[in-house]
């Protein structure tokens, strides 16, 4: 397990040599690293959290358990720092499950608050949801039951309870929440260690190097950036195709991730699973809460060379790929789509609008949890309107269904390739009013609607709602 990135229960077939269709060939990596002049900076080893399964079966009896706790970790450099932890690891153990799987998990609250944990991006009923309508105490256990009842996808878990999840999830409170489903499988993509999860985030540290939350009025924003809870991370690649499983766990950055040599990536899906066509894009702009899943060549770097994921904005190096100039698996996308997306109609239902102002509001309320403000019918097509009036970005989440994005006015007034098929989380600029078409046919029951910049959202930026 330590040396797979992501093991699959199933072993897949990689095809090697072939030609890589879609996937930019990256040449030439040490002449056009533009961040050579930051060689003297240490790198340490990208951390890759371990794999957990939370199915009953014969090698996990009990399911899964996972406490959330205290606890000290190596952000690199050898150095222990304390952090808030699910399980002790930082970030928290990937859980992989697959579709038509049961999961059980036990929390335990390992605190000294209360709290509650939330499966970003899953489709269960309310009492598996860990929305802000939930929570428990210190000491307090929280039983989870739920089939996987959606496609393969990168989801995330996070604490929840209300006024603390910015706080909880900034000190180390995160995972990937991995699925798979034979769709996927048969496409037998880069997998084991060629599969990379890869949770960014920024983060802030006092003089003894422990995690801090020190947010502003505005938003918590950190000194330095880590991936999978590593500073200055480096990744060795072999010469060829990997999957990057990408999730942008920061309470209040957008990254606009690129490679340091201009070379593309290949987006082949994101928040709710595979895209219908891949598409070759050479920069992604990543809200709080987004997923990605790409595919990059590294067939061009020579043993010793080496390329950096940037992010454009904050002009940061976040994480250095190295090549070992062994050779690793040639992929080649299918010549046909990687997914049917039924594409959701209508609506026949008149428009709901919600607008994310100042930095506590939709619709002129905080967020109150007696308060249901809307109901939504259960199987029926909705368009849901996003605007702001300011104080952006606004990633706008949504529990208990996925979404499609229908249009962006405004603003950057596109929607990116990286935006299609399904989403639960859309990025909300100033100036930008985001449709997205929604349908709830999974369960009825409570769910919320809420800013994923976590200041905004713990300040009240969301909204109670039933599917009936
Ligand atoms: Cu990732 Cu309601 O949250
Ligand atoms: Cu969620
Ligand atoms: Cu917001």
Redesign the pocket.
Known sequence: MKKQAISSTRRQVLRAGGATLGVGALAQFSVLDAFAQKATVTRNPLRIPPVVSPVISNDFPAGLSLTCAPATVDLGGSRLSNVLAYNGTFPGPTILAKSGDRATIALHNGLNEHTIT?W??MHVDSANDG??LISIIPGQTYNYSFPIIQRACLN?Y?P?PHHL?GKQVNLGLAGAFILRDDEEDALNLPSGRYEVPLIIRDASVDKNGNLIYNPTASGFTGKFPLVNGTRDPKLTVDKGDYRLRVLNGSNARVFRIALSNGAPFTVIGNDGGLLEAPATVSQIELGM?ERLDLLVNFSGLTAGASVMLRCLDARWDLLQFVGTGVTGVAYSLPNRPLSTIERLVGPTVPTRTFSFDGMSRINGQTYDMNRFDFQVNHGVTERWRFTTGGNAPHPV?V?GASFQVVSRTGGRGVVFPWERAWKD?VLLNDQEVVDVLIRFDAYRGDY?I?C?QLEH?DHGM?SNFRVV
């Open positions: 939330h970003h991006g929305g802000p995330w996070h929840h999840t809460g989440h529990h989380t919320v809420h994923h959202e969301m």
